[in-house]
């Protein structure tokens, strides 16, 4: 009874896990690879109460293998020693399945003194991370091993686990508790797809309410609001959700969708990262609208520096401005993949001399046989334009800007396709 709702509802067996039905579902790869018996090296990645250690947990147990487990962010490589050591000393007919939580804590030289052993099958390693793997885990632990992504765990698969936690419960309280719908949708909702925060929800709902004359506890939803009052919103400033959250900001901006767009941004703003939001901010307006609506860097600018003067909370208020202004002006990245398609070419070696006429020389030297600049001053005739040339004689008829379909370029197309006629 001490021991945490989570722990204590922890599965047992596939069938009683919620979510991840993409690996453990019937005819998935990690329940056939239970199910044959031959455990790899494997990498679960995903976010916090998931499903990874549990799953782990019961891969070990179908392994028949001498099951070891550490936790990296207390753990170290006399943990690892001690582990090795026992090898050598007692005969393991299945091997050893070293269950190694949080990786990431690990560095370079602890995940390396594993890698003997993996190399040799003494070691099968199941390890999991909150983190992207590819950046946090040794590649060459990462090449002897397959990746399997945990995602968010569906509301009404969390209402699954919560149900199942409020019967047990109910069998350790002689059926003196109950939830309202109201109550189980709303702790399921805020989890933010972490079973274990729902279920520690479950238990601060229980915890925090005096029973009645009757001995029953009876949890409302006004009672699961105050012991969920803030969304279990996954978010790290330095991890994966930070970017994720941020690409999902943009992509919707570029995709001219505000709905989502203040979605995104309202999850920004309680995470409190407005740094970060100023910024994307500033690259979407350069990037994604640029030259159809280039008055909007300027707007931007004035919106991100309202919010940076104002701070949370009145800051949100511009940077909601800025948003829908984004979200729904024109689009055009025509700019931007003309200076790219230049810089491509550059590094390719196609670049040629600067024409004479551009050179910053008024003085040919003695032997130049090309004399005279030749430069013409496009102020001194009409339209302050005449035709020369620009680009070094290698690539003088390449062309890079390829204008835009939007009102504003196809206005500048037909001014100068006048002027340049």
Not at 129 to 146: D, M
Not at 167 to 184: D, H, M, P, Q, S
Not at 314 to 338: C, F, G
Request: proline residues 4%; aromatic residues 8%.
């Amino acid at each position: 009874m001490n021991n945490p709702l989570a722990d204590r509802m922890r599965p047992t067996t596939l069938d009683e896990v919620v979510g991840q039905k993409h690996l453990i579902g019937e005819n998935m790869v990690l329940s056939n690879l239970i199910q044959s018996g031959n455990i790899p090296n494997m990498i679960f990645y995903g976010p916090s109460g998931t499903g990874k250690t549990t799953v782990a947990n019961i891969v070990a147990k179908a392994s028949g293998k001498q099951f070891y487990k550490l936790n990296a962010t207390n753990a170290s490589t006399a943990d690892i020693k001690a582990i090795t050591a026992e090898l050598g000393e007692n005969s393991f007919s299945n091997g050893v399945l070293l269950y190694l939580d949080e990786i990431q804590n690990f560095n370079k030289k602890q995940q390396q003194s594993l890698l003997e052993y993996i190399e040799s099958g003494d070691i099968t390693l199941i390890a999991s991370t909150t983190e992207n793997p590819y950046f946090y885990v040794y590649n060459a632990i990462l090449s002897r091993s397959s990746v399997f992504e945990f995602k968010p765990v569906a509301m009404e698969d969390v209402k699954t686990a919560v149900n199942r936690a409020i019967t047990k419960l109910n069998a350790e309280y002689e059926g003196k508790i109950t939830f309202t719908g109201e109550a189980v949708d709303h702790i399921a909702n805020l989890s933010g797809g972490d079973v274990r925060k729902a279920l520690n929800s479950v238990e601060v709902s229980i915890y925090s309410t005096m029973p009645n004359e009757d001995g029953e506890v009876n949890i409302t939803l006004e009672i699961a609001e105050q012991a969920s009052q803030k969304t279990a919103m996954t978010y790290d400033k330095l991890g994966d959700n930070h970017y994720d959250l941020l690409s999902a900001f943009q992509k919707s901006i570029r995709g001219s969708d505000p709905d989502a767009s203040i979605h995104y941004l309202a999850r920004l703003v309680l995470a409190g990262d407005l740094p970060s939001i100023c910024r994307r901010l500033m690259v979407i307006a350069c990037e994604d609208i640029g030259l159809a609506y280039p008055q909007a860097v300027t707007i931007v600018k004035s919106c991100v520096d309202c919010a940076l003067q104002l701070g949370f909370p009145e800051a949100r208020i511009p940077l909601a401005e800025a948003v829908v202004l984004l979200a729904t002006a024109p689009k055009s990245n025509s700019a931007y993949l003309a200076l790219d398609s230049a810089i491509a070419d550059i590094e390719k070696g196609n670049t040629g001399s600067v024409p004479r006429q551009l050179q910053n020389k008024h003085y040919d030297g003695e032997g130049n046989v090309k004399r005279g600049q030749n430069y013409l001053y496009p102020h001194n005739y009409p339209n302050h334009y005449v035709k020369q040339q620009y680009l070094p004689d290698e690539i003088k008829d390449k062309k890079y800007y390829e204008f835009g379909e939007n009102k504003f370029e196809q206005n500048t197309k037909e001014y100068w396709d006048k002027i340049k006629k």
